[in-house]
């Protein structure tokens, strides 16, 4: 079995617009929650866009920093990915 593992979460700046396009803009949606990233900063995991605190461990629901693992488009800590 292949596992994945991504690069670091990396902060960047939102679109200068604070609503997605499902919402008449062209900024960013959160993956995890679903609102509009309206922060002055998201994070780019696994080429999806996340509120800084919507980057958790799928299983534990612990919040992820630095390093995350992906596995069918879920994040998961490094304990829970190897399980």
Known sequence: ??????QSCLQQPPSTTPFGSEYGGGGEVCAGCESPIADRFLLRVNERSWHETCVKCSVCLSTLSGTCYCRD???YCKHDYEK
């Open 1 to 6: 079995m292949k596992t994945e593992e991504t």
């Open 73 to 75: 488009r879920l994040l």
